[in-house]
């Protein structure tokens, strides 16, 4: 079995289309909604996918705000911008770009945000609401991820999913999405602490592979028809990205998402769907 490909790069391309219609009606009624973005420090991922975001709110008719810190920035140099941007009418959403360089609180700074323009759904209001099934902005990976598995007719309802990592931009919300009612998959969550990881995967459907570990998911490790999503991102000793997922897995998966090429430009796409959800909420 050669498996097929969830390609992010197209499905992305495909919703992008989409918001292009939607911007260009929420313009025509007065609003452009604006996507703001706090970049602190200079990791070079982190300066590229601020920098890709940017790129695709030009393509579909969406400002920028963009804040930059430098890697000295303390916390009350971080907390002020957050507070601006809450203020700022042209933002419609924006996001703290993670992780933030160390010494920075994290988990303080996404607090601070208006969970109105939360949009990446990782204020601490916005988890909440997750959890309990009420509307709120949803993280963009793990929507990505749906969005990407749904456009391809992976089925999810009555799928068992093992979902490796326990991050907050993925390994925690992933599985909440994925058991609600309208989604119906059953979920283990594996992690560093997991015992006999394979053990795990080899009765999967579906494998979300968010560990960061290079190569981590083996070929024998994985069911023959399952669904293999790659998220992790580790990089070379030639700069080139290593996933979670070791290339043999093709022969095995029945779905496999490339990496670069997958998750990624699907994690984009949701962050463009939710501020143009927030700017339509803003009209009524
Ligand atoms: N505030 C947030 N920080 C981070 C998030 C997030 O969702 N919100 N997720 C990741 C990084 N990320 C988005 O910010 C992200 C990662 C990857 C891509 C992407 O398009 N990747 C390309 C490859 C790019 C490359 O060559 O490096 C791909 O997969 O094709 C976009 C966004 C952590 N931080």
Same mark, same amino acid.
């Not at 959890?131 to 391809?152: D, F, S």
């Not at 799928?159 to 919300?173: D, E, K």
């Not at 070379?236 to 029945?254: C, M, N, Q, S, T």
């Not at 997958?262 to 927030?278: D, I, K, Y």
């Given at each position: ?19 292009? =219609?939607?911007?260009? %009606?929420? /313009? ?9 973005? *706090? ?11 601020? =920098? ?11 400002? +920028? @705000?963009?804040?930059?810190? +430098? ?10 911008? *957050? ?11 924006? @996001? !703290?770009?993670?992780?933030?360089? %160390? ?5 303080? !700074? ?43 007719? *992976?089925?999810? =309802?009555? %799928?068992?999913?093992?979902?490796? &990592?326990?991050? !907050? ?11 609600? /009612? ?24 579906? @494998? ?8 981590? @998911?083996? %070929? ?18 030639? &700069? ?28 984009? =796409?949701?962050?463009?769907?939710? !501020? *143009? ?8």
């Amino acid at each position: 079995m050669t498996a097929q490909i969830l390609d992010g790069k197209a499905t992305a391309a495909e919703i992008k289309s989409d918001l292009t =219609a939607r911007v260009a %009606a929420l /313009r025509e009624r007065g609003v452009t909604p604006g996507l703001g973005t *706090v970049l602190v420090g200079d990791d070079p991922g982190s300066r590229k996918y601020v =920098a890709g975001k940017h790129r695709d709110c030009a393509e579909v008719g969406i400002a +920028s @705000i963009e804040r930059e810190l +430098s890697a000295t920035a303390t916390q009350d140099d971080v907390e002020k911008v *957050v507070r601006e941007l809450n203020e700022d009418p042209a933002c419609t959403g924006y @996001i !703290v770009q993670l992780p933030l360089p %160390a010494g920075l609180d994290e988990n303080r !700074v996404l607090g601070l945000m208006d969970p109105a323009k939360d949009a990446d759904g990782l204020h601490p209001v916005n988890l909440g609401r997750l959890v309990l099934g009420e509307p709120a902005p949803l993280p963009c990976t793990p929507n990505g991820i749906l969005t990407l598995l749904r456009r391809h007719g *992976v089925e999810i =309802a009555g %799928a068992h999913v093992v979902v490796v &990592g326990r991050g !907050v931009t993925i390994g925690r919300p992933m599985p909440l999405l994925l058991t609600r /009612r309208t989604e119906n998959a059953t979920v283990t969550q594996c992690h560093t602490g997991t015992h006999d990881l394979p053990s795990h995967l080899r009765r999967a459907d579906i @494998i979300i592979a968010a560990a960061g570990s290079p190569h981590l @998911i083996r %070929a024998e490790d994985v069911k023959p028809g399952a669904a293999v999503l790659d998220v992790g991102v580790s990089r070379g000793p030639d &700069g080139k990205i290593l996933g979670d997922v070791h290339p043999d897995v093709r022969e095995v998966a029945a779905w496999l998402s490339p990496n670069p090429g997958g998750v990624g430009p699907m994690t984009r =796409a949701q962050l463009l769907v939710n !501020v *143009v959800e927030a700017a339509e909420r803003g009209v009524g």
